[in-house]
């Protein structure tokens, strides 16, 4: 089960890094085999786009080349396959859009039953972050500002109180700020839940911080599609040495 082996993770390594490749993404070619061989402990597929015409087959592909397991990170109920070992059942608690809330998930769920997906509930919050990004674009929501800790907290608490196994702290991808830290630290102390944090994480120093902050999955996604060899620093960054 992949939900025990990322608890695994937490306990052997602190926390899990989690390499995000987007398959719209129009970078060079991503190199799964050395994302994987350089400590990463899960390759996320999945972008905030609606759908892709090739996702299926996209995520064949991450899966073949793949040695850590593959989870689907998906920005609609498009981007389901059965090539992948589990997927985040996100619930955009952050916004009020029921589309998002709910809706995605009831036309997800026959497909992710059918394929034998395991399902990995996940409240989804997404943080103010500096220019508009498209996950805000996409999900026409709003982002809990990143000064309102206590409103991120409640939030969380919430997506526990449901039933959800993790929590997600997202900036958006190639955000101008990242998730700052005192946010995630009262979350932290506020909920019992692991929390992912992502978006906007440039370097391992800050990838470290959020760690220290009490992230327990840390999600790259831009800067390792655009520099496979920095997966190595991510990783001595994110695990325990
Ligand atoms: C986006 O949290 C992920 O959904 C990763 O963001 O691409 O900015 O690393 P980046």
């Not at 490749?21 to 786009?49: R, Y």
């Not at 998906?74 to 709910?102: T, V, W």
């Not at 039933?163 to 009262?186: H, R």
Request: charged content about 20%; hydrophobic content about 40%.
């Amino acid at each position: 089960m992949i939900y025990s082996y990322l608890i695994n993770i937490f306990k052997d390594k602190r926390a899990a890094f989690l390499a995000l490749i987007d398959p719209d993404a129009n970078d060079s070619e991503p190199s799964i085999k050395s994302i994987c061989t350089g400590g990463a402990d899960v390759i996320l597929v999945g972008g905030s786009t609606i759908g892709t015409a090739d996702f299926d087959s996209f995520v064949q592909l991450v899966k073949s080349s793949a040695s850590v397991p593959v989870i689907i990170f998906p920005g609609s109920s498009m981007q389901i396959s059965r090539n992948a070992d589990a997927i985040l059942f996100l619930s955009l608690l952050s916004g009020r859009n029921p589309e998002y809330l709910i809706g995605e998930h009831i036309k997800a769920s026959p497909i992710i039953k059918q394929f034998g997906l395991e399902v990995l509930p996940t409240g989804y919050l997404l943080i103010e972050s500096g220019a508009t990004t498209s996950v805000l674009s996409i999900s026409h929501t709003l982002p809990i500002p990143r000064n309102k800790s206590d409103v991120a907290k409640y939030h969380a608490l919430a997506a526990e109180y449901m039933g959800m196994k993790f929590v997600y702290l997202e900036a958006g991808s190639g955000a101008q700020n990242s998730v700052p830290e005192d946010m995630i630290s009262a979350v932290k102390d506020y909920i019992s839940i692991p929390i992912i944090v992502g978006g906007g994480i440039r370097t391992p120093e800050e990838a470290k911080a959020k760690v220290r902050a009490g992230a327990s999955c840390i999600v790259i996604g831009n800067v390792l599609q655009k520099n496979p060899e920095l997966t190595k620093d991510f990783a001595n960054a994110i695990h325990r040495k």
